[in-house]
């Protein structure tokens, strides 16, 4: 084992993989999540990101965590009530449009 500082740069180089490999499935997992919102507004991808991160910002909850909440959403039906109250928000104020010939919303 190299005592010149050697293990010691393997070991960050380690620990930076380790950070990058996270950050790739934070990643599809966000944008998942936006194609879940973005199907649910009925908005663009934009509107989409601006409104999960609405939602991370008004529920003080990290965008990733939000995002995964909205997949098990997608998955199960199941959404924390304050989830689910900011995001009928940001829905509503990124102007979400009705598909033609669906009934009035009550």
Not at 50 to 66: A, D, P, W
Not at 93 to 103: K, L, V
């Amino acid at each position: 084992m190299p005592t010149d500082g050697g293990s010691d740069r393997i070991f960050a180089l380690q620990e930076e993989v380790q950070q990058l490999k996270e950050a790739v499935v934070s990643h599809a997992v966000v944008d998942q999540a936006i194609g879940v919102v973005v199907v649910l507004g009925r908005i663009s991808p934009d509107q989409g990101w601006t409104v999960l991160k609405e939602v991370s910002q008004h529920t003080n909850i990290k965008l990733r965590n939000v995002a995964e909440l909205i997949l098990v959403r997608g998955r199960t039906g199941v959404i924390p009530e304050e989830i689910r109250a900011a995001l009928e928000h940001a829905l509503d104020r990124a102007g979400r449009t009705r598909i033609p010939g669906s009934p009035p919303e009550a």
